[in-house]
């Protein structure tokens, strides 16, 4: 065989001529950047050029690896010097250097990340893009700068490289290569090394998800733990640790007194006198010169040996007990992407040479559009396994350069978020080019709806998967049109309630959170909605924002319910009528208009629609993951209404009884119920902590009971103070006229003190004594019936006002199934329910969930019934339609019935 033909066989290997390609590509792109004019000289503008510049002219020994602090400089780590002492002690040579280095690793990241694909054009597509991200000013014009951030950002992504190689193609070569550049990378920059081990649990922890083997991953892990300590000595010795903790202890703590306090309680000296001299220091405004000014002051030298010491620990310490400061939640989110995403012009000016040609900031992919594009590939990532570990990997590890970059050095924040703009660029083309290289599986949906009437195979798996499709289809367009209802700005601001939860979602996240104390101005609320708030205002601060997320949430809720109680029909046309029903009744204004309130009722629904949803699934289709799932829900449904542990545990005890009846197994409902038990208990202690159970006490016993001398007496047997005064100052209080505002007059009165503090000590636990001896009083027996359909359906409208938005074309009052219908249609399915078994547990469990709901909201505040009522509406609505669909899934079990009858009553049939 001749040379050209050894060329032509060799060029048909992909990966021969991928290769060829990205060398064409790296060098061109080396020539591009070797062309680029040197410095002029502004680095000579930066002391830490001069710092790096020095410390390579020092000897290669054991002070080169642990170099101590001298005089006013702080020295390095060795990796940056190193590589300068290679290229020797003139800037020229070191920034070519720095280039050709930089160059090389562009080059391997777009090799070794090129498999991702399946497409060849997309192998190289990707490989185009890499070039041209990493050839943007922005990324590129470190390297005119004798500074660290070349080689950190040309090590980092060859590590990247490495590791992703390594996890899609195991060779031990390339673990070896990856550590050892692992090792340069820790000492390159003082952060990056807690950004790596992040990553590196990150990446076990997807891998226990996704259940792929942790070997090679623990073995990395505990390599870089063991170059970490080594790292870690090597700063204490430098005290490098020390101006960037003085610097973030200056801006972000002195300002804020809690956080102050909490320095200060942790033993660090002069937080006072820091509290008072560095408040309102701006980090990119001309007063940040007094921080400056103060490395050099001996007054401050108490607190420069405790930072020294002990700092670096307690900084560690202070983030991990404060997650609301380490997940920035009290930053301006409108002004964050610019500082997230800097483009450093301020340290480099104007672009030179061939990066010209670009635009002035090539920011091809705002956050917004990253997640627009996570979304459109969602469906496809779900089914890859591989890319779902590849994509969890890079978002995360861009989560954990976001916030260990920001929270490292209050002076430093844009020019350490270099990292963070390549990584956000590169993953808007990875989005793309994945959706792309997935089409296939879009046409093979074509070919299934071809084959339907030649292939029995694909027409039973279509069968299984239209309904999923269907429902998120409809999801879709629910979502749209719940974001399009114009939102009311003024709706709002006459509820408290809104108000108590905007103030306590601005708290730090920390045990007062959990279990707040109730103060002078309000009751504080259990802490779900308000974290979700925090959570909710990553994306804006106004309450439009925490309105849009509740509709989002909401949105999502119904679908999850729709999906996961469609396997209660075994005809497919009921699926799809049931999951259109779902949609309809929970578009209904009384439902959907909770989410234009910052108050608790949305969420609230959303969490009991999500729980309910995987509790009835679990109970037809195992899975411990959802289990699992199904349990965090249920932990932030209880601290989302008080009154919700209650109905729970309701559910769950009848739950029990149903199944104990029927002789189903027990094992997960027990399970469930003793976790709710602990989360009762837990929640019982953030409920007394706050006395939440104060006013809905008082509005009881001052409405129901004060006008009823049987039950007056009984709770004045039971140690209840005035209990005479009561009955003189508050005789016949009508909920539903103004008689009620003499009830609010008495909240802020001394004068009954001691009827509070027995509320506050012994009121619940009485009160529920009452109700479990009192059942006339418990099942409201005792009601006017005439007019409970209103009060125990309630349609909400006095909360959120007008209907708006395509909801409007619903009649006012979407109530279509009143109680009667629900009895007739109940009796009706009665021989079919004792006949289904699976479906008789279903129903019971949903009519006694409708019942324990309308007992324990009914009780449990009288001024608040109408607006407790709010989950009653749609399970009534939804119960309706359950029972039509499932006699209709279900007459051919008519002839069954006769059958039936027979076997149990001979005699009768006889």
């Not at 070569?173 to 790596?196: K, T």
């Not at 002004?335 to 450093?344: A, E, T």
């Not at 601005?506 to 279990?515: E, H, L, R």
């Not at 309450?543 to 999850?560: D, E, P, R």
């Amino acid at each position: 065989m001749n040379f050209g033909n050894k060329i032509k066989e060799h060029l048909k290997n992909p990966y021969s001529l991928f290769f060829l390609v990205n060398l064409l590509l790296f060098t061109i792109f080396l020539i591009l950047n070797l062309t680029l004019p040197l410095d002029d000289g502004r680095w000579r503008a930066y002391h830490d050029c001069l710092d790096y510049l020095s410390l390579s002219g020092t000897d290669l020994n054991y002070n080169f690896i642990f170099p101590v602090k001298n005089g006013y400089a702080y020295p390095h780590g060795f990796t940056v010097p190193l590589f300068y002492k290679l290229w020797g002690p003139n800037v020229s040579n070191i920034i070519i250097g720095q280039r050709i280095v930089y160059t090389i690793s562009v080059a391997v990241f777009a090799y070794c990340t090129h498999h991702l694909f399946s497409k060849r054009y997309l192998k190289y597509l990707w490989s185009l893009s890499c070039y041209v991200v990493l050839s943007s000013w922005a990324c590129l014009e470190w390297s005119q700068f004798p500074l660290s951030e070349s080689l950190g950002h040309s090590l980092t992504l060859l590590w990247l490289a490495t590791l992703i190689y390594y996890e899609n193609k195991p060779s031990r070569v390339v673990l070896i290569l990856n550590l050892l550049i692992l090792i340069f990378l820790f000492f390159s920059r003082d952060n990056i090394p807690y950004i790596v081990l992040t990553i590196y649990v990150l990446i076990l922890l997807v891998k226990l998800v996704t259940r792929k083997k942790i070997r090679a991953t623990l073995i990395s892990l505990c390599f870089a733990i063991a170059i970490f300590l080594v790292h870690n000595k090597s700063v204490i010795a430098g005290e490098r640790h020390r101006l960037p903790l003085t610097n973030t202890i200056a801006v972000r703590i002195a300002s804020n007194p809690d956080y102050l306090a909490w320095f200060k309680k942790e033993g660090m000296p002069m937080a006072d006198e820091i509290g008072k001299n560095f408040v309102g220091i701006d980090p990119d405004g001309w007063n940040r010169e007094k921080v400056y000014n103060m490395y050099d002051d001996s007054t401050y030298k108490p607190f420069f040996k405790w930072v020294v010491e002990h700092g670096k620990p307690t900084y560690v310490k202070f983030m991990l007990t404060h997650p609301s400061y380490l997940f920035l939640f009290h930053e301006d989110w409108s002004k964050m992407n610019k500082k997230l995403f800097n483009d450093n012009n301020f340290f480099f000016g104007d672009m030179q040479g061939y990066t010209a040609v670009f635009p002035a900031k090539l920011f091809l992919f705002p956050p917004e559009s990253l997640l627009i594009l996570f979304l459109l590939s969602l469906p496809l990532i779900l089914i890859s396994r591989l890319h779902l570990y590849n994509f969890g990997v890079l978002l995360l590890s861009l989560l954990a350069m976001l916030l260990i970059n920001y929270n490292s050095d209050a002076f430093e924040v844009s020019r350490h978020m270099y990292l963070n703009f390549f990584i956000r660029e590169l993953l808007g083309f990875l989005f793309i080019f994945f959706i792309l290289d997935n089409l296939a599986g879009y046409q093979k949906t074509v070919t299934y709806l071809k084959n339907l009437k030649t292939n029995p195979e694909t027409k039973e798996r279509l069968k299984k998967l239209l309904p999923l499709l269907v429902n998120l289809l409809l999801f879709v367009l629910f979502l749209i049109f719940n974001l399009s209802i114009p939102y009311d700005d003024n709706q709002w601001r006459s509820f408290p309630d809104s108000y108590d939860y905007l103030s306590q979602t601005s708290k730090d996240i920390n045990y007062d959170f959990f279990f707040p104390v109730k103060n002078s101005l309000a009751f504080p609320r259990g802490f779900t909605v308000p974290l979700l708030y925090k959570f909710f205002g990553l994306f804006g601060q106004h309450v439009n924002n925490i309105v849009n997320c509740q509709i989002i949430l909401y949105s999502i809720s119904v679908a999850v319910f729709a999906y996961c109680t469609q396997h209660l029909f075994k005809k497919t046309y009921l699926k799809y009528l049931w999951c259109i029903a779902c949609y309809i009744v929970l578009a209904a204004w009384s439902n959907l208009g909770w989410t234009q309130l910052p108050v608790s009722e949305s969420i609230s629904m959303s969490l009991f629609l999500l729980w309910l949803a995987t509790y009835i699934y679990l109970e037809n289709k195992k899975s411990t993951l959802l289990l699992i799932f199904n349990l965090f829900v249920l932990t932030l449904l209880f601290f989302s209404r008080d009154n919700m542990p209650y109905l729970i545990l309701c559910i769950y005890v009848l739950h029990l009884g149903i199944k104990l009846v029927l002789k189903q197994k027990i094992t997960r409902t027990f399970v469930s119920l003793c976790f709710a038990i602990l989360v009762f208990m837990v929640h019982n202690k953030s409920v007394t902590n706050g006395e939440r159970h104060r006013l809905p006490l008082v509005n009881t016993i001052v409405v129901r009971i004060v006008s009823q001398p049987e039950y007056l007496n009984w709770f004045k047997d039971q140690g209840m103070p005035m209990a005479e005064i009561l009955k003189r100052n508050f005789p016949n209080i009508n909920p539903d006229d103004e008689s009620h505002i003499k009830v609010y007059n008495m909240y802020p009165d001394s004068s009954y003190k001691p009827f509070f503090d027995w509320v506050n000590r012994d009121g619940k636990s009485k009160y529920i004594k009452f109700m479990l001896t009192h059942f006339s009083y418990l099942l409201l027996l005792e009601e006017d019936w005439s007019k409970m359909d209103k009060k125990l359906f309630f349609d909400n409208s006095f909360y959120f006002g007008e209907m708006r938005g395509y909801s409007a074309v619903f009649p006012s009052k979407l109530f279509l199934f009143p109680p009667d219908s629900l009895l007739v249609l109940f009796i009706l399915a009665i021989p079919l329910l004792f006949v289904s078994r699976t479906h008789l547990l279903n129903f019971i469990l949903l009519i006694f969930s409708l019942a324990a709901m309308l007992l324990i909201n009914y009780n449990s505040d009288t001024f608040e019934v109408g607006r407790h009522m709010y989950l009653n509406f749609f399970i009534r609505e939804l119960l309706g339609f359950l029972l039509i669909f499932f006699i209709l899934d279900n007459l051919a079990a008519y002839p069954k019935i006769g059958v039936y009858l027979k076997k149990r009553f001979p005699n009768l049939i006889t």
